[in-house]
């Protein structure tokens, strides 16, 4: 069951949120009740504004691309400059009070909720950025006010074991003193069972993440494949069981980043990218048509004139579409959807597909381009909401885990692979509602069918990257495994290569602060694509995680 957010309308607010940021010297305790709120919807908000139709991981991922507008350079050409780390101190610091209160009350249902979002906020920020303030990390009131930078490997294993002790709470609550206000867990609703679940489903995600640096986590006293093993029978089981954030549409702090209430003019600037929307294409994939318009001028050879037709798709959407003669051989692209090749010149995009049409059209709105999906420009709707974890991502990694041959799980590498395709489509409506659509009939397509690939890890990827639409986590697997193989356009900014990393934020003066900078970039390892005499915390260096790994280039 996916639980709305039914408290965002009376919490989101800056008032609110203000409050709820409370300092952690005064004498007041404040509910952990009301600051579960805020911490849980600020979470949500904030991973998918990471991997959203408008950032520029969903650009380096080639889900879009954006047209003309300022950010093109961030989205297109990975033109990336520093990011800011606050808002997610500010949130930990709202998860220790919630700790705090727990331990002392001995309230082992909120201990549990705070250490997996603890998890999941600092594994967030590692997987960003690399080493970072962790253990000495929310310490300001014991008069550390610049905390060193911990080992990456020593951040994954924290984590690693943080979500293995919120298992055991979850698993071991009296239900007559650890209890928490359910209209408070905007996620759950209380459910103890479904934060084990997703618990157990994070410590997959992260032991597979630190796959190819286990010798070195077993050196830190880790066993990633048995904490993997222990793990996953408790995971994420059906499409019900995701931790949902569903935005409600009222207000502009609980209503999608794309919505009026949020973007007075739509954002017609993002396009759907040429790499995903042909792949979708060749493999006659339904979530195509979940996720873009089709052109609203269509090239055909077959019309001799203009002419305008109802175009339906197999979800029964309508749409005006204006047939346009073309020629056979004319350098046009013919298909109902068409998306915007990867990183064209700004010139070459406001162009794309034009043909002969010589009309002059506003910028971002070529009408032989789709657009992304209009759902994305609604203040709420059913296919766009949060998941901080699917069960399509869990299937993925049991079927990766599978391939693996050192992990010990039930069932078959095809058979997580087929459930996580399935669990995809279940959650864009597709089986059982696109017409014509068969499930058994798209895998037996060649080019899905796990059986006879050349390369099993890169098909499985493949469909986790397609299943991973506009999240953040698909370039966390990317760069971890080279998979699927994108490349750059024409005029990527640092070369041939996708960048790997999030800088720092812009560094403090104080020495105090330089310091544990300064450590911190000096294990951050240049590439060939960081530019002579720049910094090593740049987009092209490697952190621990990749460094030794050949991953991803």
Request: proline share 5%; charged share 20%.
């Amino acid at each position: 069951m996916m639980i709305s957010a039914v408290m965002m309308l009376t919490v989101v607010s800056c008032k609110k949120f203000d409050d709820a940021n409370i300092n952690p010297n005064s004498a007041e305790k404040v509910s952990s009740n009301y600051i579960l709120t805020y911490v849980l919807t600020e979470t949500a908000k904030s991973y998918y504004g990471l991997g959203n139709e408008n950032s520029k991981i969903a650009g380096t991922m080639q889900y879009i691309q954006i047209g003309t507008n300022e950010n093109a350079s961030a989205v297109n050409f990975y033109g990336w400059g520093p990011e800011g780390w606050a808002g997610y101190y500010s949130i930990l610091r709202n998860v220790k009070i919630i700790n705090d209160n727990a331990v002392k009350d001995g309230n082992k249902f909120f201990q549990g909720i705070s250490l997996v979002m603890k998890s999941f906020l600092f594994g967030l920020m590692t997987d960003l950025y690399g080493d970072i303030p962790y253990s000495e990390s929310l310490t300001a009131s014991d008069g550390l006010f610049f905390p060193a930078y911990d080992n990456q490997g020593e951040v994954y294993k924290g984590i690693l074991e943080d979500l293995k002790t919120a298992v055991g709470l979850f698993a071991s609550l009296d239900p007559g003193k650890d209890a928490i206000d359910p209209g408070a867990d905007v996620i759950f609703g209380g459910n103890a069972a479904r934060w084990g679940k997703f618990a157990n489903g994070l410590i997959l995600r992260y032991a597979m993440r630190v796959y190819n640096k286990k010798a070195e986590m077993s050196a830190l006293g880790v066993d990633i494949v048995k904490e993997f093993n222990n793990a996953a029978s408790g995971a994420l089981s059906a499409v019900a069981d995701e931790p949902t954030m569903n935005y409600l549409g009222t207000t502009n702090d609980n209503s999608t980043p794309g919505g009026p209430l949020n973007s007075a003019n739509p954002r017609l600037y993002n396009k759907p990218c040429a790499t995903l929307v042909s792949k979708l294409l060749a493999l006659d994939d339904p979530r195509l048509q979940r996720w873009a318009n089709p052109v609203q001028q269509k090239w055909d050879v077959h019309v001799a004139a203009k002419e305008t037709r109802e175009v339906t798709n197999v979800f029964g959407d309508k749409y005006s579409v204006i047939y346009m003669p073309a020629n056979v051989g004319d350098d046009v692209d013919t298909s109902l959807y068409v998306g915007l090749p990867v990183g064209l010149a700004t010139v070459d995009a406001l162009v794309y597909n034009k043909g002969t049409d010589g009309n002059a059209y506003p910028p971002e709105r070529n009408p032989y381009i789709s657009y992304v999906h209009d759902r994305y420009r609604l203040n709420t709707e059913k296919y766009v909401n949060i998941k901080l974890l699917t069960y399509s991502e869990v299937e993925f990694l049991l079927a990766e885990a599978a391939l693996k041959g050192d992990f010990n799980i039930s069932g078959s590498a095809d058979q997580h692979y087929q459930a996580g395709i399935r669990a995809s489509m279940d959650r864009y409506g597709v089986i059982g509602t696109a017409a014509g659509f068969d499930f058994d009939t798209y895998y037996a397509n060649p080019e899905v069918d796990l059986s006879g690939a050349a390369d099993k890890l890169e098909r499985i990827m493949e469909q986790k990257w397609i299943a991973s639409w506009m999240n953040i986590e698909s370039w966390f697997d990317w760069r971890r495994t080279g998979y699927p193989d994108l490349q750059t356009g024409p005029v990527a900014q640092f070369g041939d290569k996708l960048p790997l990393r999030y800088m720092y934020p812009s560094p403090n003066l104080d020495p105090s602060y330089l310091v544990n900078y300064d450590a911190a970039v000096k294990n951050l390892e240049a590439t060939l694509h960081v530019p002579q005499g720049q910094s090593a915390d740049h987009p092209y260096s490697k952190m621990w995680l990749l460094k030794g790994t050949g991953k991803p280039w």
